[in-house]
């Protein structure tokens, strides 16, 4: 069993930034595919930034250019620095895995269909 554990949310103004954690304790491989998923009151969950093994990353259109994915294997750690932030980036922030093996062609999925390992959340507050 991986258990995650996310850190790091907090309000901040629009236009500010914060960097979260997600520490993974239990049974962890560097082959683990790594995300980053939100979700606001009232709406679907939704795909913020995922990162394979190799370290190729994808990301949600609406954060790109403004945040980034990045893991440290060594201390079992994955990060999402978020900069520019804005009022609609306002949810509850989820790291999570996906264990399984994928081929080479499997595309990095937003979706968290894939996933089966969550933390329990870290908040982040924008204002305007």
């Known amino acids: 069993q991986v258990q995650l554990t996310e850190s790091g949310g907090g309000s901040v103004q629009a236009g500010g930034s914060l960097r979260l954690s997600c520490a993974a304790s239990?049974?962890?491989?560097?082959?683990?595919?790594m995300g980053w998923f939100r979700q606001a009151p009232g709406k679907e969950r939704e795909g913020v930034a995922v990162i394979d093994s190799s370290g190729s990353t994808s990301y949600a259109d609406s954060v790109k250019g403004r945040f980034t994915i990045s893991r440290d294997n060594a201390k079992n750690t994955l990060y999402l620095q978020m900069n520019s932030l804005k009022p609609e980036d306002t949810a509850m922030y989820y790291c999570?895995?996906?264990?399984?093996?994928?081929?080479?062609?499997?595309?990095?999925?937003?979706?968290?269909?894939?996933?089966?390992?969550w933390g329990q959340g870290t908040q982040v507050t924008v204002s305007s």
């Open positions: 239990g049974y962890t491989t560097n082959s683990y595919r």
């Open positions: 999570a895995a996906d264990p399984s093996p994928r081929p080479r062609w499997y595309p990095l999925n937003l979706s968290g269909t894939d996933f089966n390992y």
